[in-house]
């Protein structure tokens, strides 16, 4: 069965300095996405940014990146220039092509922004 | 606002008491989940809906159950909840199978904070 592994349950990042958020998974296949979720204290879960395995190219969205690294099986998020807002539980989650309803989450990291 | 609803935000409950959650989602899309919240633990699927067929059940108590009337609606019965039912329950929807990560994407309702007393 595959896992995602969160390993720092809490973080702290100045303003406007770079933080990276770690996430590893355990799976058997090859062909899968994966996913940085957002939940901010309103509790509305936001997707931040997604990755095909099957993609070499990092994804970036504005100040949101990616270091996917598919043979470590790790999938790490950086978060550049952050900002309050950015202050929220992330969550990474991985979702199998095969059985594609089944999106399994890790445990969560807790981002503090401090001003 | 990711475009799914879900009513009520918050709810308190007996352990004899019948509640219904309800999630709407304006997206068209042809799946939805229900998942449970609790603190510290990894969200837990409970729930899944394709073209309103129930194609998951993970293994989910029957005081749980639910009904998805469309593509477009889904609820969760409870009834003789237990206080370890007490957590966030979040809906959420995708398009439905595609092979596109775009469309495999899940978008989230802001949940339903239940407590069972």
């Known amino acids: 069965a595959q896992t995602v592994t969160q390993s720092q349950p809490e973080m702290s990042v100045q303003e406007a300095e770079t933080v990276t958020l770690s996430c590893t998974y355990d799976?058997?296949?090859?062909?899968?996405?994966l996913f940085w979720y957002k939940q901010p204290p309103s509790r509305q879960m936001i997707l931040v940014i997604r990755?095909?395995?099957?993609?070499?190219q990092n994804a970036t969205e504005n100040r949101f990146s990616v270091n996917f690294q598919k043979a470590a099986k790790s999938f790490s998020l950086k978060i550049s220039d952050s900002q309050l807002g950015d202050a929220a539980m992330y969550f990474c989650a991985y979702l199998s092509r095969r059985a594609t309803n089944k999106l399994i989450f890790g445990t969560g990291t807790l981002l503090a922004v401090q001003p | 606002e990711t475009g799914v609803t879900q009513t009520p935000r918050h709810l308190v409950m007996g352990m004899t008491n019948k509640k219904s959650l309800k999630c709407e989602q304006h997206l068209g899309h042809n799946a939805m989940y229900w998942y449970k919240q609790s603190a510290k633990k990894p969200l837990e699927l409970m729930f899944v809906?394709?073209?309103?067929?129930?194609?998951e059940n993970n293994s989910v108590p029957s005081r749980f159950s639910p009904e998805c009337p469309n593509s477009s609606h889904l609820f969760l019965h409870l009834h003789t909840l237990q206080p370890e039912d007490s957590a966030l329950y979040l809906c959420?929807?995708?398009?439905?199978?595609?092979?596109?990560?775009?469309?495999?994407?899940?978008?989230f309702g802001p949940g339903t904070r239940l407590l069972v007393l």
């Open positions: 809906y394709n073209f309103k067929e129930q194609t």
């Open positions: 799976t058997s296949e090859s062909d899968y996405y």
């Open positions: 959420a929807s995708s398009q439905g199978r595609s092979g596109l990560a775009a469309q495999e994407t899940q978008y």
């Open positions: 990755q095909e395995a099957y993609k070499q």
